[in-house]
């Protein structure tokens, strides 16, 4: 089974819509965090967490939530999509120290 | 912001050549890493090169990190079509990677 799950791995809504990605880990690692991938733009970090109680934004947190349910699971929510929030998300993980991100496969949102 | 830019934006070669691709950036790291990512996949960890080392080796890769000229480079030699991807760098101060836009490679059979 892989290391690192995202749930669903593809997502069509519409402009307003609410929805949650997730992501699930068994590497039992402290942090996580939220990528979106753009054509052209490479990753940018939308949130990250480095333990249950640590909340964090990123470069690009506007329009986005997180929850960190457990060690194991870090969910990040769209409150009301829009069209350019239409992107590949990837949730990653990864120890405290040396921090190489193990990544899950992604989901590909599609706000219409 | 991105950290770091990697360089060339795109690279095609025959197979059996080796590939070189750059990476700079801005401000001072802990480490530098790069990453390989299939086609729409998620990103695979292919080596760390710390601040106080210059070169490292991990099978067919080899990545050096000059912190005078802000710069990386990674290697690939002997490249085979299976090699074909985008590559990453990725800069880290304070825990967090910042991810360049990436070198997408093709290897022609």
């Known amino acids: 089974d892989a290391d690192v799950t995202q749930t669903p791995r593809n997502r069509i809504t519409k402009t307003g819509k609410r929805i949650m990605l997730e992501c699930s880990q068994t590497k039992g690692h402290d942090r996580m965090y939220w990528y979106r991938q753009d054509p052209g733009l490479g990753l940018r970090l939308i949130y990250y967490s480095f333990d249950v109680k640590d909340i964090n934004k990123g470069e690009i947190s506007d329009g986005y939530s997180v929850s960190r349910q457990a060690q194991a699971k870090f969910s990040l929510s769209l409150e009301s999509a829009i069209p350019n929030q239409t992107a590949l998300y990837f949730c990653?993980?990864?120890?405290?120290?040396?921090?190489?991100?193990?990544f899950g496969p992604g989901t590909r949102l599609t706000v219409t | 912001s991105q950290q770091g830019e990697e360089d060339p934006q795109a690279l095609s070669i025959q197979e059996g050549e080796n590939a070189t691709m750059n990476c700079s950036y801005k401000t001072s790291i802990n480490n530098l890493q790069w990453y390989r990512q299939n086609s729409g996949r998620g990103l695979v960890h292919l080596i760390l090169i710390r601040s106080n080392e210059r070169e490292k080796h991990s099978g067919r890769l080899r990545v050096t990190l000059d912190t005078s000229k802000k710069s990386s480079s990674l290697l690939i030699t002997a490249s085979r079509a299976a090699d074909t991807a985008s590559y990453f760098c990725?800069?880290?101060?304070?825990?967090?990677?910042?991810f360049g836009r990436g070198t997408s490679l093709i290897v022609h059979p």
């Open positions: 990653a993980t990864s120890d405290s120290a040396p921090n190489e991100q193990y």
């Open positions: 990725a800069t880290e101060l304070s825990y967090i990677p910042t």
